[in-house]
């Protein structure tokens, strides 16, 4: 994982030349902060449009903007992992001209595809056989859609290049517009002004996106052959979005809509949004693991140990949160939504804590760098056919304790699925001894703040209940030796680069996890 030395190259050669590798751990750092101001927005917006809006009207806003994503899902044909995946195997060839044409020839295709999609939901507003009550609302739908996904097929293709700095600078803007927008939108328009809001939190990387319409006069340069694979990986990676969308979104809310109503939407949509910013941090850690596995393909090959590291410290991160998260549920959950939300403790408790196997985001990873989007698509819609099966079964009976049941089961199934595959055809066995010691270290860990939030269930208890919690999982892990001494260096490395007055406290620590 150390950068690789720059080679020396003529002149003429300088633009061609294949562009020094940096560390997984560079990568992952920029690609952290990428998204972190984000998704502190979009929690932002969250809890004031859920307080401003009601159960009701909070579970209506879930589901106009599920169809939202399954539409983008839907026009997008996969192309955005398709150009993160080719531009990092040709940047890491040393084609990064070849990448950046292929980039522009892929986006011509994904900008009519998004265009078509934002202006099919827009018709909905003016269709007559069954007049909506707010046409508005779904043309700002449709202006979403077009915005967010141009840009984020900009942030795809900047991933691919390795340019999670500008990724990191452009989300930082971005949560700002979001955040300023859904509130101002709010106010004047309604649902219709916060849709508009998070139109405007795409607002930048989509503009920015226009840059690769100036390379349209060199889409003739793209080989036959390389379009014609990608195009086949973006069809398989297509399918196994769509199908990944029924196991791992919110294909649920469909099924409360129709049976239960908004309210019951709501209900599980709260627990969805907890348990996605439990996972928040040790996710964007992961989202550099797959242009830096196609980058490491195209130079040597997969990157074995790469994901099993990768695979423990990851899981060192997201099960305490997730778990402790959970635990926390009971009195976080009504002190931030308010106590309108409180029906929605089991759900979120549930979700949160199943949201740990969004571990299997490393191993994802590794099987689309890979080149096997096949197995995610085949295997995802195996998963979509049993979390439809268990969507009809249970939510007409329990609503969204059914919804969450049946989510996390599945997502159980696939995990242990996935896990087997990349072992069994990929070679890549999974450290399951480690991840069953960080699993024990984070269940002791999330049943000492349970017991402390149980006992005084205010937030002031939440000050005892977290360090108490971190006290708990870090003696766990050292007692039970669940990190390795590659993991130990690989974090003393990360220390390394904190401020002075960080990084000697932080170097102990890692110094007494690993004796």
């Not at 972190?36 to 401003?52: K, M, N, P």
């Not at 292929?102 to 595809?113: D, E, F, I, P």
């Not at 994901?307 to 635990?327: H, K, M, Q, V």
């Not at 599945?410 to 399951?432: D, E, F, K, N």
Request: with cysteine.
């Amino acid at each position: 994982m150390n950068a690789i030395a720059d080679c020396s190259v003529s002149e003429n050669e300088v633009r061609t030349a294949r562009p020094p590798a940096r560390s997984l751990l560079h990568k992952t750092g920029w690609s952290t902060v990428a998204t972190a101001s984000l998704v502190i927005g979009r929690f932002g917006v969250t809890v004031f449009t859920a307080r401003h809006l009601g159960p009701s009207g909070a579970g209506r806003l879930a589901y106009l903007l599920w169809i939202q994503e399954m539409v983008a899902t839907v026009t997008g044909f996969g192309l955005q992992s398709c150009v993160t995946r080719f531009v990092a195997d040709l940047t890491g060839r040393g084609a990064a001209d070849e990448g950046q044409s292929l980039a522009a020839w892929l986006y011509v295709r994904y900008l009519a595809l998004a265009l078509a999609g934002g202006i099919g939901i827009s018709l909905v507003a003016v269709q007559t056989w069954r007049p909506v009550a707010d046409p508005v609302v779904w043309i700002a739908l449709g202006i979403g859609l077009v915005a967010q996904a141009m840009g984020a097929f900009y942030t795809a293709y900047l991933a691919g290049r390795q340019e999670f700095d500008r990724i990191a600078r452009m989300n930082a803007i971005s949560s700002v517009a979001l955040v300023a927008g859904a509130a101002l939108g709010m106010l004047w328009w309604g649902t219709a002004g916060i849709l508009l809001g998070y139109a405007a939190g795409s607002a930048l990387p989509a503009l920015a996106s226009l840059r690769l319409l100036r390379r349209r006069s060199r889409v003739a340069d793209v080989d036959r052959g390389r379009s014609r694979s990608c195009l086949q990986y973006a069809a398989y990676a297509w399918c196994a979005a769509i199908v990944s969308a029924c196991v791992w979104s919110r294909i649920e809310v469909v099924f409360l809509e129709r049976y239960w109503g908004s309210q019951e939407v709501a209900m599980f949509s709260i627990g969805l949004t907890l348990s996605a910013l439990a996972t928040q941090v040790p996710m964007l850690m992961s989202t550099a693991l797959m242009p830096h596995f196609a980058e490491s393909a195209a130079r040597s090959g997969a990157d074995r140990r790469t994901y099993a590291s990768a695979t423990r410290l990851l899981a060192a991160l997201l099960f305490p949160l997730c778990l402790g998260t959970a635990s926390l549920v009971p009195t976080l959950l009504p002190a931030v939504y308010g106590p309108a939300f409180r029906a929605a403790v089991p759900n979120a408790m549930v979700l949160t804590a199943f949201s740990a196997l969004s571990l299997m985001s490393v191993g994802s990873a590794l099987v689309y760098a890979s080149g096997r989007a096949w197995f995610i698509a085949a295997s995802g819609l195996a998963g979509a056919i049993l979390s439809l099966a268990g969507c009809a079964a249970v939510i007409p009976i329990w609503g969204a304790w059914g919804a969450s049941l049946s989510r996390s089961a599945v997502q159980t199934a696939m995990a242990i699925l996935g896990t087997w595959y990349i072992h069994r055809h990929l070679g890549c066995p999974a450290p399951l001894r480690a991840l069953a010691k960080i699993l024990a270290a984070s269940a002791m860990a999330a049943l000492a703040s349970y017991a402390v939030v149980t006992r005084f269930p205010t937030m002031a208890a939440m000050a005892l209940a977290i360090p108490l919690a971190a006290v708990v999982y870090l003696v766990m892990l050292r007692l039970t030796h669940a990190l390795d001494a590659g993991d130990a260096v690989s974090l003393r490395s990360a220390s390394s680069r904190m401020p002075a007055m960080l990084a000697a406290p932080v170097s102990g620590l890692l110094e007494w996890l690993a004796i």
